[in-house]
T-cell receptor, first 109, second 112 residues
Framework: GQSLEQPSEVTAVEGAIVQINCTYQTSGFYGLSWYQQHDGGAPTFLSYNALDGLEETGRFSSFLSRSDSYGYLLLQELQMKDSASYFC??????????FGKGTRLHILP | DAGVTQSPTHLIKTRGQQVTLRCSPK?????VSWYQQALGQGPQFIFQ???????QRGNFPDRFSGHQFPNYSSELNVNALLLGDSALYLC???????????FGSGTRLTVV
């Protein structure tokens, strides 16, 4: 079957750095994406990794290791507005995107 | 540039009834995917439409059906509603970009 595993909750302090991990097992692999979703809102695209390594976009970075079926999202200089749920997602060989169950990020002042 | 629009935003239905949800994709996008998101869970893939045909389908019963129109807009139909169908239904559109899906704000369906 297909599965993506990520922690259900993470807590960090404002201004700090936090890493959200994701491991996946899917039928085919065509990239790992990350989405952010605030309560009551729509998921919004954050980043995409097709190849191994680190992709940086402002305060957010995403890493992929295809040999380990593993990736992470790194959030730096945390702000209160970063409090949200974060989903890793994999595009499989059928060109559909499968989502993990999400990690709820709590930020303390 | 309008993003993905979904209607209605909220809906309350009775068990056994039927419901139709609508989605207009982002301009330039030709593929529409539908997801069901239960509270506290990740979006679950229902199906995907491209060129007016169902291209992929997730693990959902035949009570869930859809349609895509020539202008790329799409409908999701659910028959014989069950209490367990209560969820946020998300529509996502995509084109040929690698930069993932654009989601609508969803339709919150409550079955009573």
């Amino acid at each position: 079957g297909q599965s993506l595993e990520q922690p259900s909750e993470v807590t960090a302090v404002e201004g700090a750095i936090v890493q959200i991990n994701c491991t996946y097992q899917t039928s085919g692999f065509y990239g790992l994406s990350w989405y952010q979703q605030h309560d009551g809102g729509a998921p919004t695209f954050l980043s995409y990794n097709a190849l191994d390594g680190l992709e940086e976009t402002g305060r957010f970075s995403s890493f992929l290791s295809r040999s380990d079926s593993y990736g992470y999202l790194l959030l730096q200089e945390l702000q209160m507005k970063d409090s949200a749920s974060y989903f890793c997602a994999v595009k499989d060989r059928d060109d559909k995107i499968i989502f993990g169950k999400g990690t709820r990020l709590h930020i303390l002042p | 540039d309008a993003g993905v629009t979904q209607s209605p935003t909220h809906l309350i239905k009775t068990r056994g009834q039927q419901v139709t949800l609508r989605c207009s994709p982002k301009s330039g996008h030709d593929t529409v995917s539908w997801y069901q998101q239960a509270l506290g869970q990740g979006p679950q893939f229902i199906f995907q439409y491209y060129e007016e045909e169902e291209r992929q389908r997730g693990n959902f019963p035949d009570r869930f059906s859809g349609h895509q129109f020539p202008n790329y807009s799409s409908e999701l139909n659910v028959n014989a509603l069950l209490l367990g169908d209560s969820a946020l239904y998300l529509c996502a559109s995509s084109g040929d970009s690698i930069y993932g899906y654009t989601f609508g704000s969803g339709t919150r369906l409550t079955v009573v």
